[in-house]
């Protein structure tokens, strides 16, 4: 792996963080929110202050109860592709392509160690950032940044406290991230392109996606 792809500890532990964090919100996740509280305060540096992007999320999840928090985020994630939490979405669409993408970060996974449980598709945000955190290696993140920054800038425009989430994700990243969908406008114009052969054009772009109460669990081979 190249060298300017590998993680810092503390990046890796952001990363394990927000990949809760971006799971469902069910009974167990609540139970993991000191957890994640006081892993993110130990951190310093670039890390320390990427984690600050999360302090709002941690906050308002804590004032919120458990139903208000899953209803939230049912209506932010499931039911707006440009909030899409599957990353092939931003770089292939609802193309045949994505199929392949899909196969790739299958190999990826496999040939870096780990065995994936298939309880979610493996281009889902919260296993990306699982197996980044194990691997220490940001190589599949860089290759999605376009569409890490992407639903950043949507979920900062709609004024959910997920996209504190995804700043300080795009935090731990090299080099700025666009300020505004205006410097994202390159990004925006090579953004996902839907295939519509052999299905009705006015719908073939409005596909939701669902989430399951399980983070797959990336282990290593033994």
């Known amino acids: ?30 139970e993991r929110l000191p957890l994640v509280r006081s892993a993110l305060s130990a951190g310093g540096g670039r890390a320390g202050r990427a984690a600050r992007h999360l302090t709002p999320f941690l906050d308002s999840a804590s004032l919120m109860t458990g139903e208000e928090l899953a209803a939230h985020y049912v209506e932010v994630f499931d039911f707006k592709n440009r909030h899409s939490l599957y990353l092939t979405w931003w770089l292939d669409g609802d193309t045949r392509r994505r199929g392949t993408s899909l196969v790739e970060l299958k190999a990826a996974y496999r040939d870096a160690g780990f065995d994936f449980a298939e309880t979610e598709l493996p281009d889902f945000l919260p296993v990306v950032l699982e197996f980044t955190a194990a691997s220490g290696d940001s190589a599949l993140l860089l290759r999605h940044r376009p569409g890490l920054e992407l639903l950043r800038l949507a979920l ?36 996902p392109v839907t295939e519509t052969v052999g299905l009705d054009p006015a719908t073939a772009a409005l596909r939701p996606y669902g989430h399951l109460d399980m983070l797959p669990i990336l282990t290593p081979d033994r």
Request: glycine share 8%; charged share 20%; with cysteine.
């Open 156 to 191: 900062a425009e709609d004024g959910t406290c997920y996209a504190g989430v995804l700043a300080a994700v795009c935090a731990t990243l090299p080099g700025p991230s666009p300020k505004d969908r205006a410097a994202a406008r390159a990004l925006a114009a090579s953004g």
């Open 1 to 30: 792996m190249a060298g300017s792809t590998k993680l810092s500890r503390r990046d890796r532990v952001l990363h394990q963080a927000a990949a809760h964090l971006l799971d469902y919100p069910d009974a167990a996740w609540r």
